[in-house]
């Protein structure tokens, strides 16, 4: 059927689509292309295409911005905020739904009246509050900043989930004497898994490209996320575009090979995502 | 249900809904409180102690010339990324939900710029519009390319929309081209049995049923052009003269380099009253277009 509606009409809607495609793109090209060349080439003619392919810029810029450490730092609080935040916020949201009580209620709307409130807003008396608890300088400080930055709109996302699933089962559960943590670890966890996806998703890629919070959370160089080292970095050797640019193409690197793997799931959990929202 | 224990309905309580929400309580509501206090304090950031001061702060900030221009360059900014942005987002939408063989990829393609964080992607046009515009000028002759782009007050304004535009509308393409799809097949194609043109089609049927999509899009495109900050750090460090500053990026550099935190809180303030009111008027207003089938 597909094929037979190919007219002429759809091949000309192709081919724009792919002239805007290919435009949408030139940006890629540049950095790829000039992060190849030596610094000389880079100044003569950016537009061209590299003569030689020059791995020294990587080679430097690997080793200037230590990328090892600061992927496994970006890795390691990304990962430890969205499991953390899946499995407290999908707990908080149960709860709320099943046992709606006035203060679970009013909890509820705290969570959500939240979203509107500008990071830029509570960043200030925020640094202060971290330095009392100790929350500075350190990875899992900086972890429980986002558990609680990232709680409304994940608390939000689940509870609206979680209304849709029907209650006989977990009914059913506490009959047979499953407690209470039972009954959400063992039934209801697995059936919100959709939704724990999307909320995966969005707080992963939220958290991987943050700035502004680690800017402000983390001081120790040895600490640094990708964002950090490469804003350091990328400061340093403004002028140097040959390093520069092979040091932008490695922050770049790991999220869009995330996306690339999981473009299909990351497409529909932004979907989902948004719909709810 | 089994009837429980008071006490253990407590630990219950305390279990599932403890953890989130005293992170929630401690990084967002106590700092949103002491933010709201320290408005009206000469803060300076370092000291414990903190002289009140009445609204002297929220008086300087009205007399603040700076933070007026910031605003003015916010709202500018805002009205033409969120109209731009939508726009593009939408027609992209449209193209790549007709038949063609290449949607997939080119969905995929449109979206990616939204990955990367924006950061890195102000540092990434920084060198296309230095060095790379430069090249294409060189090539083509064509002076819009030979504009020092970054370095004067119109064409930064210009450069932080590209960039916006460039990294949000593929995420707005994946909203529209979702509603889209569920539009009903039949009641486009009794419309143009009934004569109606491509053109009355979209803007009497499509455009109505797709409204959820667009309250949910113009919502997201507002709320970031509004805090926009790490675009325009790394893209034009808010220059030249400042006529790039974002809201958000005065607020940072009030508090974090010229130590006034008081004032910064102030002003943080206000930002709060009006980021959260535009964004709840906007939801109200295009949630009454909405229709249902």
């Known amino acids: 059927m597909e094929t037979s509606r190919y007219k002429a009409g759809t091949l000309v809607v192709e081919i724009v689509a792919v002239l805007i495609a290919l435009l949408f793109l030139i940006p890629f090209y540049f950095l790829l292309s000039n992060s190849l060349k030596n610094f000389a080439d880079i100044l003569l003619d950016s537009a061209a295409?590299?003569?030689?392919i020059n791995w020294q810029n990587y080679a430097r810029a690997w080793n200037i911005m230590d990328f090892p450490k600061a992927f496994l730092n970006s890795f390691l609080i990304t990962i430890s905020s969205i499991v953390g935040l899946a499995v407290f916020s999908s707990m908080t949201a149960y709860r709320m739904v099943r046992r709606p009580t006035r203060y679970n209620r009013t909890l509820f709307l705290i969570f959500v009246a939240a979203m509107v409130i500008p990071f830029q807003s509570i960043m200030i008396p925020l640094v202060k509050v971290a330095n009392w608890f100790s929350l500075i300088n350190s990875l899992p400080g900086l972890w429980v900043c986002y558990m609680g930055f990232g709680a409304s709109l994940t608390i939000f996302l689940y509870h609206g989930f979680i209304k849709s699933i029907p209650l006989e089962v977990e009914e059913s559960a506490v009959v047979d004497g499953c407690s209470p943590y039972g009954v959400f670890w063992r039934i209801v966890f697995p059936l919100l898994k959709p939704m724990t996806a999307t909320i995966v998703i969005l707080n992963s890629l939220w958290i991987w490209n943050d700035f502004l919070l680690p800017q402000l959370m983390l001081g120790k160089a040895e600490l640094r996320t990708i964002p950090l080292s490469t804003f350091s970095f990328f400061g340093q050797y403004t002028k140097q575009w040959d390093l520069a640019l092979a040091g932008l193409v490695m922050g770049v690197t790991p999220i869009v090979i995330f996306f690339l793997t999981l473009q299909r799931h990351i497409i529909s959990g932004i979907t989902a995502g948004s719909v709810k929202g | 249900m089994k009837r429980q224990g008071w006490s253990a309905q407590w630990i219950q309580q305390l279990v599932f809904t403890g953890p989130a929400t005293a992170a929630f309580a401690l990084i967002v509501a106590l700092p949103f409180f002491m933010?709201?206090?320290?408005?009206?304090?000469?803060?300076?950031?370092?000291a414990d102690t903190a002289k009140f001061v009445g609204i002297d702060n929220f008086i300087t900030v009205f007399k603040d010339a700076g933070f007026r221009n910031s605003f003015i360059f916010t709202f500018k900014f805002t009205i033409v990324a969120v109209i731009i942005s939508n726009l593009v987002g939408f027609l992209l939408a449209l193209l790549l939900t007709q038949p063609v063989k290449s949607r997939n990829v080119l969905r995929t393609l449109f979206f990616m710029p939204n990955v990367i964080g924006g950061l890195l992607l102000g540092f990434i046009w920084q060198f296309i519009f230095i060095k790379g515009f430069a090249a294409i000028g060189e090539k083509t002759g064509w002076s819009l390319f030979n504009l020092p782009w970054l370095g004067d007050e119109p064409t930064a304004f210009w450069g932080v929309i590209i960039v916006t535009v460039w990294s949000t509308a593929g995420y707005l393409m994946v909203i529209y081209i979702s509603a889209l799809i569920n539009v009903p097949r039949e009641l486009i194609e009794a419309a143009s049995i009934d004569g109606a043109t491509s053109w009355q089609r979209l803007r009497h049927?499509?455009?109505?049923?797709?409204?959820?999509?667009?309250?949910?899009?113009?919502?997201?495109?507002l709320s970031w052009s509004?805090?926009?900050?790490?675009?325009?750090l790394s893209l034009t460090k808010g220059g030249p003269y400042n006529s790039t500053q974002s809201v958000a990026l005065n607020i940072y550099l009030e508090a974090f380099q010229n130590n006034r935190y008081g004032l910064g809180t102030a002003k943080a303030f206000l930002f709060f009253l009006i980021v959260a009111l535009l964004t709840t008027l906007q939801v109200w207003i295009t949630k009454r277009r909405e229709v249902q089938i």
């Open chain 2, 205 to 221: 049927i499509t455009v109505p049923l797709i409204m959820p999509a667009v309250t949910i899009s113009l919502f997201l495109a």
């Open chain 1, 49 to 52: 295409l590299p003569k030689a």
């Open chain 2, 35 to 46: 933010g709201m206090y320290y408005s009206f304090t000469d803060w300076n950031g370092v």
């Open chain 2, 226 to 232: 509004f805090k926009a900050f790490d675009v325009i």
